[in-house]
């Protein structure tokens, strides 16, 4: 089953504009990683927030986390056409060390208009 | 520093065969998770391996069978393959929280 949802299921914006899509999961989490997916291929590890962090930023991303609403959301800045793939949020339920398996939405679908 | 890398990249057989995908982990990762993604969906946890034994199961039968080395590289076995399990096969690596994935290997079940 999968805990994660992604919204919206497909965006379309012009190249320059922001995107910003969202995650909820139901059960509580260890920490949620942001994943992009080019045309089928494997999975790029875009961030990672922890349970006890609520906004993290790398280059032209900024997560933020809501465990209270059990919510994420991923905005991409000043977008590229490079940036048109899918993006998966997905959860980690393990509390203490050690990696787990994580569960993941159905994923967004991001496509930049040149 | 190589990543995760997967072999073979995409793979055909026949319903009722078996089937093994390997995985190298990233250089320093001493876990590998294994991920089955449909078309259309988000990938979907079939097991995890830490110290060549499997730590963690998904939702999947037996005929999803795994094995780690001592190099820490995987494989995954598939037996009496299904239609159903037409898919990429994502394996991933992981030392701590992140988990590093490889190109996936396409398998297509006719």
């Known amino acids: 089953s999968q805990q994660g949802e992604e919204d919206p299921q497909a965006l379309s914006i012009q190249e320059g504009e922001n995107a910003t899509m969202n995650c909820s999961y139901k059960t509580s989490i260890n920490n949620l990683q942001w994943y992009r997916q080019n045309s089928g291929r494997g999975l790029v590890h875009l961030i990672l927030?922890?349970?006890?962090?609520r906004e993290k930023h790398s280059g032209r991303l900024r997560v933020t986390l809501d465990t209270s609403k059990k919510s994420s959301s991923l905005l991409i800045t000043a977008s590229r056409a490079a940036d048109t793939a899918s993006y998966f949020c997905?959860?980690?339920?393990?509390?203490?060390?050690?990696?787990?398996?994580?569960?993941f939405g159905k994923g967004t679908h991001l496509i930049i208009q040149p | 520093d190589a990543g995760v890398t997967q072999s073979p990249t995409h793979l055909i057989k026949t319903r009722g065969q078996q089937v093994t995908l390997r995985c190298s982990p990233k250089s320093g990762h001493d876990t590998v998770s294994w991920y089955q993604q449909a078309l259309g969906q988000g990938p979907q946890f079939i097991f995890q391996y830490y110290e060549e034994e499997e730590r963690q199961r998904g939702n999947f039968p037996d005929r999803f069978s795994g094995h780690q080395f001592p190099n820490y590289s995987s494989e995954l076995n598939v037996n009496a393959l299904l239609l159903g399990d037409s898919a990429l096969y994502l394996c991933a690596s992981s030392l701590v929280d992140e988990q590093f994935f490889g190109p996936g290997t396409r398998l297509t079940v006719l």
């Open positions: 997905a959860t980690d339920g393990r509390t203490g060390g050690g990696a787990d398996g994580l569960t």
């Open positions: 927030i922890r349970s006890n962090e």
